[in-house]
Each structure stands twice: as structure tokens, then as C-alpha cells.
């Protein structure tokens, strides 16, 4: 179900690209008409607004990138350089990033392109609309910590993930996040991080496992173990509770058990959220 804040976005997207061009054609026609008297014919009217499109998104995204240009040179800084596809609109790319979404990892077509660039920080234009992506560590620092407050999800981050993450610490800007980072800070004080008692619990769970499919040679799941010591642990840690205990519950069988879209279908409370999360994630994801 898409949810009223992607609606309106999507909405205000499509008028953005479709109002001002056939607004303005049809503001000029209705003045020549008025003014000269000159009445088109329909057939030549619908195509100066079909071709009115094109003109008005190539005029626009080069006046995008002039700005970009502009600016960058006012301040002293280099643009990092843009990957181009090989199809219009770089739809083959935005198709690469699909599939990542769906049968891979998210992380691992933004590794690809950067491979293929031979750089560490790109403009990736989809549609014609710019984003960054980057894996070098300076900027990854700058961004999450020594200029943090210089840096926001934006709106549209919140219209990709409100109806998923909500407006907690991760669906917030501003005084709002402030609050919440304010509220989690304790968790990840000194002395709460050096206490290794908890993860070592869990962590010897996860050995024993581990330990136990390696003594009887059977196959394990690395993925789905590793995924239920992080949700062990991180309950634990952070709200001192033991009730997922999704380590003590039955393991998938590799060869036995069926194939989900990332991973084995798990069964039960915890496998259907497990697969809630990921088509959460997922749907998210895939929104323009």
C-alpha cells in the first residue's frame, strides 16, 4: 500500500516536470490567438506540446548543471565526476540498482560503479536527477561526524522511508533528531560499549553453533545465524530484554529449506518478520 506522503511527492515530482512547459505553451498559444488572431490547427498544437517536453527538460537540466558548475567554482571546489550509462536517463543503470534492491546487496552496484569509474566519490544521475555516492573514508567522516550538522536526510529521504523507519532517529531532522540522538547517547557511553558481557554471551552462542554443524560436517546458514546474533544482542543491549532468543529457535537447512528473495524463507513469528523487513526495505528502496 503506497502510503498519502509518496503520493503527494510523487504528485508535486510529476507536475514539477510536466506543468511548466505545456502551461507555458498554452499561455502563448491563447496570446497569439488573442493578439493575431492565429488559431493552430489541433494536430499541430499537440505537437508543439510533445515537443515542448523535451526542450524544457534538456533547457532544465542544463541550466542544472551550469548552477552546479557556478557554484562549486564560487566556493573552490571540484564537482566529483558524473557516471553516465549507456542508455537515456541512465535507465540501465537505475535497472542495475533494481536488481541490487531485489536478488543482491544495495552496497554492491554503488561498489560496481565505482570500480568501473575508478573513483572513490561520483554524481550518479538517474533520471536526470543527481545523487552522490561515495566510499571514501575523509568524506564518510565529514558526513557522519565533524560536519554532521552540515548535512540532513532532506524530504525526500523521509518520503522514500517515513511510512517504514517513522520519525524516530533515523526519519528526523533537525531539533527532532537532536532529541533523539540526545535520548540514545547513554546506550553508547564508555563504560556501556567496554562491557563485552553481553555480546560475548550471544557471540558464544553463535560459536557453539557454528562449532556444533562444523563437528557433525552439516551445513549452515551463515547469513541467517549472523542475522540472529545481531538481533539477539542488540536486544539485549539496548533494552536489556532476552525475549527474541532467535538463536535458540529451529535453523533453516541449507538444500532443504526454500529460497526467499536474500536468503533462506525462514518459518514462524521470526521469519515472517524477518521477510517483512526486507520487503520493507525493499518497497522503500524502489521508489523513485
Excluded at 115 to 128: K, M, P, Y
Amino acid at each position: 500500500m503506497v502510503d498519502l506522503t509518496y503520493r503527494i511527492w510523487l504528485i508535486k515530482n510529476l507536475a514539477r516536470l510536466f506543468v511548466p512547459p505545456l502551461a507555458t505553451i498554452a499561455l502563448a498559444l491563447r496570446a497569439l490567438d488573442r493578439a493575431k488572431g492565429v488559431h493552430l490547427d489541433p494536430a499541430y498544437q499537440v505537437a508543439i506540446y510533445v515537443l515542448s517536453l523535451p526542450v524544457y527538460w534538456t533547457s532544465w537540466i542544463k541550466f542544472t548543471r551550469w548552477d552546479e558548475n557556478r557554484r562549486a567554482k564560487k566556493r573552490g571546489a571540484k564537482l566529483p565526476p558524473i557516471i553516465e550509462g549507456k542508455k537515456l536517463g541512465n535507465i540501465d543503470v537505475l535497472k542495475r540498482f533494481g536488481h541490487g534492491f531485489t536478488e543482491d546487496y544495495v552496497g554492491t552496484i554503488i561498489e560496481d560503479l565505482l570500480d568501473e569509474a575508478g573513483v572513490d566519490t561520483a554524481r550518479l544521475s538517474l533520471l536526470w536527477s543527481d545523487r552522490l555516492i561515495t566510499r571514501d573514508h575523509d568524506v564518510l567522516k565529514y558526513i557522519l561526524s565533524t560536519g554532521f550538522n552540515d548535512f540532513e536526510k532532506g524530504p525526500q529521504s523521509f518520503m522514500r522511508f517515513g511510512s517504514f523507519l517513522g520519525t524516530g532517529i533515523f526519519g528526523s531532522d533537525g531539533e527532532r533528531a537532536k532529541y533523539h540522538r540526545t535520548i540514545a547517547r547513554p546506550y553508547f557511553a564508555r563504560e556501556r560499549i567496554s562491557d563485552y558481557e553481553c555480546f560475548s554471551r550471544h557471540t558464544e552462542k553463535l560459536l557453539a553453533i557454528i562449532q556444533a554443524h562444523s563437528s557433525s560436517d552439516t551445513p549452515i546458514d551463515v547469513q541467517d545465524v549472523f542475522g540472529r546474533f545481531t538481533m539477539d544482542a542488540a536486544e539485549e543491549f539496548l533494552f536489556g530484554n532476552h525475549d527474541f532468543a532467535t538463536l535458540d529457535l529451529p535453523l533453516p537447512k541449507p538444500g532443504q529449506t526454500e529460497e526467499g528473495a536474500k536468503g533462506s524463507a525462514l518459518e514462524g513469528v521470526f521469519g515472517r518478520f524477518v521477510q517483512a523487513f526486507e520487503q520493507g526495505q525493499t518497497n522503500a528502496l524502489n521508489r523513485l
